[in-house]
């Protein structure tokens, strides 16, 4: 398999500040990206950058879109790990894409972002199918991410932190937990989001306990069946 089929690179412009997030993930963020800014700086007096992320918790809340805008401030070119294609039957196989993509990250001084990671980073010893070989692939994970160069910015994106291998777990300096939106943070998200439509098709029902992926979809759909109704009136 090419390793150009394994990654995603291209996608939407995401800025920082079009994504919603509390005040305790955006700090945490804002530390990270400055920490890369000053990276020199810092390492002058034995202070090391953190580069490995791990960004966890309800899906559908920005964790991916955190990671592109990320990469956009930083400037750097993001490698999406499409865990999909890249899990094999024969693990040696998978260990040895995943090698590649993380030298072709070294190479481009790249944000290597890894979605899903569950998938390849579950517990030794959870997988009934076959211990020995996640336990390997898990192993060489783990090594990579050791042996990780500075000039890479690890982020790696999970709904189920809790069936990670441990060993995994304590390699990233900073973990970052997405959970619903409160109503408040879910009101925010609406009037952002109908800002520019006319003042009666703001007036929707707003759905609340849902994440931010599920609050877009249903505002729009809602929205869309507002302004339809009213050019048919018309």
Known sequence: MNISDLIITKGEKTELADIFLNKENKDAIQQLIKEHNYSLELLQYGL????????????????????????????????ILNLSTIVCARIGETSLNIKQIFDKAAREKAVLFLDEFDQIAKARGNDDKDVGEMRRLVNT?????????????????????????????????????????TQVELNQYYDKLSENLPQEIKQFKRKYEISYAEAKDYAFTQAKALLIAKLERQ
């Open 48 to 79: 090391p950058i953190n580069n490995k992320i791990l960004l966890h918790g309800s899906s559908g809340c920005g964790k991916t879109t955190t990671a592109k805008a990320i990469a956009q401030t930083l400037n750097k070119p993001i490698l």
């Open 141 to 181: 994970l783990i090594q990579l991410i050791d042996y990780l160069p500075q000039t890479v910015l690890l982020i790696a994106a999970t709904n189920h932190a809790e069936i990670i291998d441990k060993a995994l777990l304590r390699r990233f300096q900073v973990q970052i937990s997405y959970d619903l939106p």
